[in-house]
């Protein structure tokens, strides 16, 4: 235990409750889920040829899926870690980590729920068709034609917001950047509102810069990528305040919890500390010695 708190900080693992196996349980029945609904058939949505909606060209992407989920997920891991390194507290990347990861599970198994049961076809799908007046049928690859039935919503917008928002929201939560009402020190540089309020922005701008591409790069349509966009950000605030206390609240801010998470669990085993209530029970002798008094 001692060594524990060497490295780990006075917090160290006493923390970890029971409730938490069954927490990252939870989120990995999640994301295996997503992954059982993005195998599932899509639906055949009819078209025309003239439909003016689906007739633009085919492009390359200017961001990657590989690189979109790689910045979402691994940028705000190495700050979560490194934040929790400095602090010492194993607490501050555990909450940290699962809420992230629960963020980005629930962004994708609705994304991808909404993609296969609707089928909106995406921007380029004819150029992706190949069309072939005499067979009748599209002559294209068979993996970008099916792609192309999966416009709505927007699973780079999904990804991006659920992974930056709930970055933003963390470092808001660490720095009070959205929390004008919390008083800062004026002997540190570091104390800067603005630095603080433009850090916890950087996120969301790039989240923003990738859902821009997916209209640019003829991949959605525009109600493709705001509800892409809205639903990242719903996943991701309400993991956030699942382990983490409102950014925007300034008891969030009190000196014994700034910046820390939620204790979302508390053992009243026979070995711990009972929580404090204002109500008691007699134990067995003492209720005697009461009950002597008026024999």
Request: charged residues 20%; hydrophobic residues 40%; glycine residues 6%.
């Amino acid at each position: 235990m001692l060594r524990s708190k060497q490295y780990c900080g006075e917090d160290a693992l006493e923390w970890a409750n029971r409730p938490f196996f069954v927490d990252w349980a939870v989120t990995g029945v999640i994301w295996l889920l997503s992954y059982f609904v993005s195998a599932s058939p899509v639906y055949q949505r009819d078209f025309t040829l003239s439909d003016p909606d689906i007739s633009h060209p085919h492009r390359k992407d200017q961001i990657e899926s590989w690189l979109n989920n790689l910045i979402s997920l691994f940028c705000p891991l190495l700050v979560f870690v490194g934040v929790g390194c400095i602090k010492r507290s194993m607490l501050v990347i555990h909450h940290s980590a699962i809420g992230l990861f629960t963020a980005r599970g629930v962004a994708r198994l609705i994304t991808e729920a909404f993609k296969h049961s609707v089928g909106r076809l995406r921007p380029d799908f004819l150029a992706r068709c190949r069309w072939d007046e005499a067979l009748k049928k599209c002559t294209g690859e068979r993996d970008k034609i099916l792609a192309g039935r999966k416009s709505f919503p927007s699973g780079h917008s999904s990804t991006a917001f659920a992974g930056m928002l709930f970055l933003s929201l963390w470092i808001a939560g660490q720095t009070a950047a959205w929390c004008f009402a919390v008083p800062k020190s004026g002997h540190n540089f570091r104390s800067s509102r603005m630095l603080s309020f433009a850090l916890s922005l950087l996120p969301i701008f790039w989240a923003a810069h990738v859902a821009v591409t997916r209209i640019q790069d003829y991949r959605h349509h525009t109600e493709d990528v705001i509800i892409g966009s809205l639903l990242g950000c719903i996943s991701a605030l309400l993991s956030y305040l699942l382990f983490w206390p409102n950014p925007l609240s300034q008891d969030s801010y009190e000196p014994s919890v700034y910046g820390e998470p939620r204790l979302l669990y508390t053992y009243t085993g026979r070995n711990h500390q009972r929580t404090r209530t204002t109500e008691f029970e007699l134990g067995r002798f003492e209720a005697e010695d009461v009950d002597s008094t008026y024999v």
